[in-house]
């Protein structure tokens, strides 16, 4: 098992920039990967970003050049740093655990981009 809390959610300005950290009860080393997720009001939640245990990345579309995701093993934690945000990042940010044979899932962070 792994509970994951994320925080670093906050109210920005367009164009602006955050950082979210995902911590982990226990050592992420070994964990086959690492992903946010992101779910808006009204909208399916949706994958954003993903670091394997050998730290190869992917990131959605929609995100890539502006979002960065990376880990720190040794603090047991995920980050995504979100560059350029746009009012349409705006969102609960998710951060999820594959263990291949669980996933699990934090309790969220609110990320709302606003002038």
């Known amino acids: 098992q792994v509970q994951l809390v994320e925080s670093g959610g906050d109210l920005v300005q367009p164009g602006g920039s955050l950082t979210l950290s995902c911590a982990a009860s226990?050592?992420?080393?070994?964990?086959?990967?690492m992903s946010w997720h992101r779910q808006a009001p009204g909208k399916q939640r949706e994958w954003v970003a993903a670091?394997?245990?050998?730290?190869?990345?992917d990131y959605a579309d929609s995100v890539k050049g502006r979002f960065t995701i990376s880990r720190d093993n040794a603090k047991n934690t995920v980050y995504l740093q979100m560059n350029s945000l746009e009012p349409e990042d705006t969102a609960v940010y998710y951060c999820?655990?594959?263990?291949?044979?669980?996933?699990?899932w934090g309790q969220g962070t609110q990320v709302t981009v606003s002038s």
């Open positions: 670091i394997t245990r050998t730290g190869s990345t």
């Open positions: 999820n655990a594959d263990l291949v044979s669980q996933t699990y």
């Open positions: 226990r050592s992420i080393s070994s964990i086959y990967a």
